[in-house]
C-alpha cells in the first residue's frame, strides 16, 4: 500500500456502506458527488439483501467492483449482525480488490447526517452546538456519543465523547446540564416514541434549545466521515478490520455469569 494511500482517501469511486441498523445502506461516491446511493429497509435480512443490492448499485452507475478505488464501512456500534455482516463484506471486498479500506464510527457518520439535516432544515439552528447521535439499544438504553459541531457549514464533528451503550435519559440530562454546554443541542437518529418522551421531560428547564432530528443511517454519511479523517481511519491490514459492537453480545454476559457462577460454587466445596 502507497504511503499516499495511507495519507488520504484516493481519488476516484469509493464504496460506502452500513449495516449497523435496519437500513441497509450503501452509496458510490466520488469526492462530494454521489455517483449511485441505494437504502433499504433490511430489517434481518441484510446478508440476503447486501449482495443484490450491491451488485443493482454497480449496474446503476455503470460501473464493475474493478472500477472502484476504495472502500469504507460504518464498523458500529448497532446490531450485532447487522454490523457484523457490513465489516466483513467490506474487509472481503478490499483484501480481494487490493483496494485501501477505512472503517468509521456508524454513529459519528449518524451525527454528521443528522447535523446537516438540521442545518438545512432549521432556520433557527446554529453553531456552536453539540450533536448527540442515538440509536435504540432496548431497555432504555441507547448506543450513543457526543460530538461538536464549531461551525454552521456542516462540514465535520469533533468528538466529545466515545461510542458507548449508556442509560439514555440519565446521560441526555448530564449533558443537557453540562457547564460546557452550548445554547443548542441537537438529538439525531432514534429521537421518538419513548426517547422523545425523555428527551422532551429532560429539555424543560435545562435552558437549552433542543432539537430532535429524526435520521436514518445514510452510507453517503460514512463515505463523508472517511474522507475526512483520512489517515486515521485507513486500515493497513484489511483483516484486522473489526467491528464496535461497544459492549458484549448477550451470549457473552450469560457465558461469563454462567463461568463466574461456576467459579464461585467450586469455592464453596
Known sequence: MSEERMTAVPEGPMLAIDTSTAALTMALVDGETALAERTVQAERNHSVRLLPELDELLRSA??????????????????????????????????????????????????????????????????????????????????????????????????????????FREHAAAWLRSAERPGTVVFVGDVEGGFADMLDAEAAGSGAVVLRRAWTMSARDVAAVARQLGAAAFVRDPHALAPNYAQLAEAEVKLIEAAAAAAKEREQL
Open 62 to 167: 455503470g460501473m464493475t467492483p474493478r472500477d472502484l478505488r476504495s472502500i469504507a464501512v460504518g464498523c458500529g456500534p448497532g446490531s450485532y449482525t447487522g454490523v457484523r455482516i457490513g465489516v466483513t463484506m467490506a474487509k472481503t471486498f478490499a483484501w480481494a480488490l487490493g483496494l485501501p479500506v477505512y472503517g468509521v464510527s456508524s454513529l459519528a457518520a449518524l451525527a454528521l447526517g443528522g447535523w446537516r439535516d438540521a442545518l438545512a432544515g432549521t432556520a433557527s439552528v446554529d453553531a456552536p452546538a453539540w450533536v448527540v447521535p442515538a440509536l435504540d439499544a432496548r431497555r432504555g438504553q441507547a448506543y450513543t456519543a457526543l460530538f461538536a459541531a464549531d461551525d454552521a457549514e456542516g462540514r465535520a464533528l469533533r468528538r466529545l465523547h466515545a461510542d458507548a451503550v449508556l442509560p
